[in-house]
Each structure stands twice: as C-alpha cells, then as structure tokens.
C-alpha cells in the first residue's frame, strides 16, 4: 500500500508559479545576452537610457543623501508621514477642491495600494471590475485576497474605450453581488499605452454614477504612469469631482516610475470621498490593512519623496530630471509610430507611456517567432506587450520589423 503524503502547503498554494512571467521572459533574455547573443528585451516596465543604462533622476538620489540617518533608519509611522501624505494629495490634486476632501495612506509601491483598495472595498469572493487588457498582478492581488476579476471589453470597433459593454458588465456586476469596485489606468495604460480622452471619462463617470444606484460603486484609478502622460491631456478631476456624491474614488499613486525609483517601494492609496465622516472610517481601515499587512512603508524612501516634492530646488530639479526622461521616451512613441505605420501594425491609440500592445491574431506564436529572432516581448490575449521603456530609439527599427515579422507568421 503506498503511503501519499499531504502536502504541507494549503491545496490553494500548492500549484502557484515559482515567478512572474514577464520576470521569466526577462530572465531568459538576460539568459541569452549573458551567452552572447545580440538580445532586444521589451518586457520590463523600467525606463533605461540610449545606452541600456537603468534611467535614473539625480534630484531623487540627492534627496535620499541628505535624508536624516536616524529618521530613516526608526520606524515610520503605520500610516505614513503625515508630511508624505500631504505631498502626495498635493502631486496629485495640486491645488484642485478634491485636495481637501482626500485621505491617505502609505503604501509599497502602486501594488499595495491596489492590495489595500481590493482588500477595503470588496467582500471576501466578489470580483473587481477593469478592462479585457490589463496590468496582469491585478488578477494575483484579487485572487491572493480571496477576491476575483472580471473584465469588460476594452476597444469598440472604432478603436476607442468601449463604454458600451462598460455599462452592461458594470450593472451585471452590481446586481449579482452588491458592490463594485472599477480599477483603470489611465493616462498610459499598462498594457497598451491608451490614455483616456475626455469623452471617455465622461462616460465612465457618468455610467458609474447611475450604476450607484444600484449599490456603492467605488473608482479605483492606476495612476503609475501619470507624470509620463502627452502634455494637453484631459483634467480627469473634474469628471471625477461632478461624480464624486455617488462614486467616492481612489488613485493608486507610486514613486516607481515618476520617481524612477523601483526599488524603493514607496506608493500609497488616496481616497476622495465628500463627507468627512466616511473619509475617516477610510483612513481607519485603509491603516488598518497597513498594519497587518506590511506594517509600516520605507521610511528612508517616503522621506526623500517628501523632500522632492516639498524643496523647491530638488522640486525643479525633479521636474528637469523628468522632463529629459519623457522627452527621451516621447521620442521612442514618435518613432514607434513611424516604423509602424510602415508595417500597417493594428494597435490602440498610442501617445505616451512605457508600453504599447500589438494585436495578433496568435500572441504565443508571434512572441515565440520574435525570441527566434532575439526580440522578447511578452504576449497577452489577443496582443503582444512591447515595452518601449526598455527600447532605445536606434533599436525601434529591428524592434517593429520583428514584430511585423511574428504578427505575419502567426496568420500562417
């Protein structure tokens, strides 16, 4: 008789993947270079210079110098430094009438606040809503909490956000379990580069608004690649503010990208909410999560952050450093364009942010053909991801033709 021993782990946790996919695909990129190979990886989300260089901003590593030692070394507090709090509904709001009506709470990087949103805003088993692309942890951070994810589509035919199957999966969701929480990202969505045009936050504002009355609706904003949106883009504030009485609304804020500073893990989740009572019950159990969660944040990080955007030099030196960066990057969407049009690519409006996502009819097969090639992207259902963040301009050429190339061969 043979003896089947359990396993120790729960049955949840006995099946789960060693890493991330993107991380593998980038592992094996890495893989191959350190082999030799002439290797063009497009799959992390982190912005190197012409040369491959990690893009880094000197203001932010000044800041982080002069940081006192012993405060970054104590404790910080549970909820974050009042100070970093303020600084970071300032950046977001910068001055606007939503900036008094806010409460916040740090949080490690974008991934905690959006942990902290889903954990505060659904019950146990219901499901998060967002749209058929999506930034692929947020289905690990709704499945991990015991939570789920749905998804509506993304593009109407005319190629634009697609408010219309918005409607109809949002008061679905509502009617079956009672609450919904939205998540976007948006400007510069991750996966496909899209930002939002006016009409489309409209839209969105106004659907969830009546879809309310239905039960409490909650918009969750991914605002990760904000500070890399085009210049001119639409005030997203005051669709929010004109929905705000029916759609309390929050933004999943991180220093990752707008900082440059990955590693640092610093982030936090602001909620908007009209009436002052509910804002600190929102404070509460947003802090609450915090501390049987992670606990506290890194403290050296929120106060370098706090003195960027507080310094009037390191704040103007914060914005030069930026503005070379998405000048450096505007120039890589520019010429992605280009070369794409070259190729007749089908992918989604794109004009800003790290990634953007060509369509492919097979994006195993396209993404495959391209690592034959020596060009990794990471595919996804129904596109493939490129990350032009981690593509300098000179490699845009060898990168669309790649693409073209797999795209065609996976029609065969």
């Not at 159990?285 to 969660?293: D, L, P, V």
């Amino acid at each position: 008789m043979t003896v089947v021993e359990p396993h120790s782990l729960i049955p949840a946790s006995t099946d789960r993947p060693g890493d991330d996919p993107i991380f593998t695909l980038h592992g094996m990129a890495v893989a191959r270079a350190a082999a030799g190979e002439d290797i063009l990886n497009a799959t992390l989300g982190a912005l190197v210079e012409a040369d491959g260089g990690l893009a880094v901003m000197p203001s932010v590593h000044e800041a982080l110098r002069r940081a006192p030692m012993e405060r970054a070394s104590a404790y910080a507090p549970i909820s974050g430094p009042p100070a970093f709090l303020s600084a970071v509904e300032r950046d977001i709001f910068e001055g606007h009438e939503l900036e008094a009506k806010a409460v916040a709470v740090a949080t490690p990087g974008g991934s905690g606040a959006i942990y902290n949103a889903i954990t505060n805003f659904l019950e146990p088993g219901q499901k998060a809503l967002t749209s058929s692309y999506y930034w692929s942890p947020y289905d690990i951070l709704t499945g991990l909490s015991g939570r789920g994810l749905t998804t509506f589509n993304m593009f109407g035919e005319d190629g634009h956000l697609d408010l219309v199957d918005f409607e109809r999966c949002l008061f679905e969701l509502l009617e079956s379990q009672g609450r919904a929480l939205v998540i976007v990202n948006s400007p510069c969505h991750n996966p496909t580069g899209y930002s939002f045009n006016d009409a489309e936050w409209a839209g969105l504002t106004e659907i969830m608004a009546r879809a309310s009355e239905l039960g409490p609706a909650v918009l969750l904003i991914d605002y990760a690649y904000a500070k890399f949106a085009p210049e001119g883009g639409p005030d997203w504030r005051k669709h929010i503010a004109k929905s705000l009485a029916k759609v309390p609304t929050l933004v999943a804020w991180t220093a990752s990208k707008s900082f440059a500073q990955y590693g640092a893990r610093v982030g936090a989740l602001v909620a908007v909410h009209e009436d002052d009572e509910e804002r600190l019950r929102m404070a509460n159990a947003m802090g609450f999560t915090c501390r049987g969660t992670w606990s506290n944040c890194n403290h050296l990080g929120m106060l370098a952050v706090t003195d960027v955007l507080t310094d009037d030099t390191l704040r103007q030196g914060w914005d030069d450093d930026r503005a070379r960066l998405v000048e450096m990057l505007d120039g890589r969407v520019q010429r992605f364009n280009e070369e794409a049009a070259k190729h007749d690519l089908n992918y989604p409006r794109y004009e800003g942010g790290f990634f953007v996502s060509v369509f492919s009819d097979d994006p195993e097969a396209t993404a495959a053909h391209m690592r034959d090639a020596g060009v990794f992207v990471v595919p996804l259902q129904g596109a493939v991801r490129v990350g032009l963040c981690a593509t300098p301009e000179d490699k845009i050429e060898r990168l669309v033709e790649a693409i073209a190339a797999g795209v065609a061969a996976a029609k065969k």
